[in-house]
């Protein structure tokens, strides 16, 4: 039976888009119900938001449990604190601000085990990643690397500048695009000239896509925020986020009654 990476990784490479939801908010029915909308992913945000591990792995399921993968961002590369999250069996780890190839590196290794392709420094103990011992755990415990994507968020000047060396490092699947950061970071180095922070998105598509690995970004939700990120060059992307929705649908609610009182 596949595995979410494995089903994400099949439709990107049959030239399909994967589509996911963002979220937040503790509760877990959020990503069952994204699952049941067909969402092919569930971006469980540990990095923005005050989600505690209990409810990191609470979204997981529910996620998997509704056919979606789950893809979770952490606060950082840290190999100790991601061991718990890696042992809850999420279908992909994304990193934030990965400004070089030292900190790609340092990812790679925090979800691969010593004996592995990767010189890893993952500690043993999958737990729920291979079900309890009811899954593939032979399997799982030779290759982690093939039930996991690890993704390397590129939200800073320096690491646009570093992206080849990111690239190259052995074990990243792929990128995620962080425009608002990156925005900033280019603002800072305004004395230098850069280019556009659009040019820049383009250039990171286009090299990333050239290095076979898979590149993602933030979606509207809007048609043509969708045709503009395949026209990028991107294969999977975030669609709508729970927080949003929820004040989107609430102004609306709110002003349909406030339009009948008066």
Known sequence: MQNGAERLAQKMEKGGFAVGFAVTLAEPALSEMAGCAGYDFVF???????????????????????????????????PAMLKAILDMGPDGVIFPFVHNADTARLAVAACTYPDGPYQGVRGQGPMRAVRYGFGEEAAYLAAPENYLLKIMQIESYEGWLNLDEILSVP???????GPADLGRSVAAHKD???????EIC??????????????????????????????????????????ALLADGMRACLANFTMQEE
């Open 44 to 78: 469980v945000d540990a990095e923005h938001s005050p989600l505690d591990r209990r409810d990191v792995f609470q979204h997981i399921m529910a996620a998997q449990g509704a056919g979606a993968a789950a893809l979770v961002r952490v606060r950082a590369a840290e």
């Open 171 to 177: 074990g990243v699947d792929g990128v995620y695009l």
């Open 192 to 198: 230098l000239n850069p280019p556009s922070v659009a």
């Open 202 to 243: 383009d250039d990171v598509c286009r090299r990333v896509r050239a290095a076979g690995k898979w590149m993602g970004v933030p979606l509207g939700t809007t048609p043509k925020n969708a045709a503009d990120a395949r026209e990028r060059g991107a294969q999977w992307g975030v669609c709508g986020i729970d927080t």
